[in-house]
């Protein structure tokens, strides 16, 4: 395995986030652009719990990936996130979820990395798998993936 799905399986401050939503709905809401979907949900002035979108995901990760599939009608954004520790991930599971649920009303499931498809897994041990996702927050700068 190589060093970032060792660090992924091993620690307790990354999380996996899986958003499925209708082809149809993600088309009409975010212009059919995955990394739309990403900017609404990290960068938007929209206010929940009096703390924008933007201010929420500064605060509480530090580092990230994701990427995107369709399985038959829906698309999958597969998001892998690093908390930076400020509240407990219980809590912070939950406010993510909520947020998601926010902006599309839609399944979403959180879990540790260790329970990634073995899809992820192939993608994640090799260089050309790794050109399949988008990094995110201050993963550009530290060249993690």
């Known amino acids: 395995m190589t060093k970032i799905i060792d660090q992924l399986m091993e620690s307790q401050v990354w999380i996996m986030v899986e958003v499925r939503m209708k082809?149809?709905?993600?088309?009409?809401?975010?212009?059919?652009?995955?990394?739309?979907?990403?900017?609404?949900?990290?960068?938007?002035?929209?206010?929940f719990m009096n703390i924008t979108y933007r201010s929420f995901f500064k605060k509480n990760f530090c580092e990230g990936f994701y990427r995107s599939s369709i399985l038959q009608n829906d698309v999958s954004v597969i998001f892998f996130l690093k908390s930076t520790?400020?509240?407990?991930?219980?809590?912070?599971?939950?406010?993510?979820?909520?947020?998601?649920?926010?902006?599309?009303?839609?399944?979403?499931?959180?879990?540790h990395p260790n329970c990634m498809s073995e899809t992820d897994k192939q993608l994640l041990t090799s260089r050309e798998g790794l050109k399949n996702y988008q990094k995110i927050l201050s993963t550009y700068q530290k060249g993690r993936i």
């Open 23 to 47: 082809i149809s709905s993600f088309t009409k809401q975010f212009n059919s652009s995955v990394s739309n979907f990403y900017r609404t949900l990290s960068n938007s002035p929209r206010m």
């Open 85 to 111: 520790e400020n509240i407990p991930l219980d809590r912070l599971t939950r406010e993510l979820t909520l947020r998601i649920k926010k902006l599309v009303l839609v399944p979403v499931v959180i879990s």
